[in-house]
């Protein structure tokens, strides 16, 4: 097994052994023994329950057109780690392999490194890749929540409050009021925010001491959804309020207004894998990371535009954590049948809960359990398709068929 992989294997070991385990003095202990290299880079920071990666590649893709070489960390990866720390200047690349063990290899070296959690060790990977290689900008993506997330030990200067929803209950509240204020947690004195006018209101619902331990003025901007080139490669309506938010962001970042070339190109070139994402086009065959009511609601929303007319075979796997029956609410009445998948690696609701929750919805279709997604795809034979449930599911997908290098929203 090569040093890469060895590592690899550490982080997932680790974070299935560990668990979650939140608390901002480990990273900022370490960063602080680093000397502070965090303080090098001008960030922009995104928080929010859906629409989170995608507003973060927007917001990438515009300040790559702008002039500006910029860092992006995401979360979660698809195939691989190298996904979540990527360089956009000529090209959007992932770091290499060699150098993500070079920076493991360092932060695990340090006395405090060695306390770190996997998310934390690669918070802090991303911030001395970029640091080295002398990025003009970086845009870091809150991994879970936001109050006690890893990227919030960084020092921002735009801070992006995207869509949020019903997810991650078990960690970060019961109610939209108590997992809104885990991430309007990045929130602070006088650095701008921007928020969907959704959030917006729900922000200014909520005492600010609920989130935050300052009550220091801040700008807050409320941008409404705008219109995307028709090159645009990330789909759906939805993606109007992240362009949205992201083009505020930039603009604030900036100091001044993108040109109208710049907007078009920034807007259109921004993609990231697994998100409404087109692997077929006769028949459709869509793959889609949706595992939560929010992102269910947006993916029908979706076909429905799109594919007025056509019922899918839905191939559905669920981690045993989320909220399948909201999830199947939406994608019901769309669907010719479901097909139950296992998600590989990964602890899920199974066939038998899924047929229970299912027979609950009004005028129910049938389903079969399937012991994998490739199966399943046998099963429908020429059939519109869409593949969704999960990002792991997703990600095992894009790692099976080869598709994660390429990177294109169709093939």
Known sequence: MSAYRQACTFLNI?????????????????????????????????????????????AASLLRAAGLRTGVFLSPHLVDYTERIQIYDHASRQIPQQRFMD???????????KKLTPFEILTAMAVHYFVDEGVEAAVFEVGLGGRLDATNALKTEVSVITRIGM?????????????????????????????APHEAALYRSLPASRFTPHASPFALHVPR???????????GTHQRQNAALSLKAVEIFLG??????????????????GRLQRLRAKPPLILDGA?????????????????????????????????????????SP???????????????????ELDQLLKKQKKPPPANACRSWKEALRKTGMRPVCITGSLYLAGNV???LGRHKALRSSI
């Open 398 to 400: 894009l790692r099976q």
């Open 167 to 195: 997810d991650h209950m078990h960690w970060l509240g019961n109610t939209l009021e108590k997992i809104a204020a885990e991430k309007f947690a990045i929130i602070r004195p006088g650095v701008p925010v921007v928020m």
């Open 103 to 113: 920076y493991f290899s360092h932060i695990r070296r340090n006395s405090f490194g």
């Open 14 to 58: 680790q974070n299935t052994v560990n668990g979650l385990d939140m608390k901002l003095q480990r990273i900022r202990s370490y960063l602080a023994t680093a000397g502070h290299p965090e303080k090098k880079i001008r960030i922009i920071h995104v928080a929010g329950t859906v629409g989170k990666g995608s507003t973060s590649v927007f």
């Open 291 to 331: 595992h939560n009511e929010d992102s269910a609601h947006i993916l029908a929303v979706f076909l429905r535009r799109n594919y007025p007319r056509l019922r899918w075979n839905f191939v559905v796997g669920i981690l045993e954590r989320k909220d399948a029956s909201a999830i199947l609410r939406h994608l």
């Open 334 to 352: 769309l669907a010719l049948r479901f097909l139950w998948v296992p998600v590989p690696g990964n602890p899920c609701h199974s066939a038998t």
């Open 225 to 235: 959804p705008i219109a995307l080139p028709t090159t645009a490669q990330l789909s």
């Open 256 to 273: 001044r207004q993108l040109s109208a070339l710049e907007r078009h190109a920034g807007l259109s070139q921004a993609f990231i894998p």
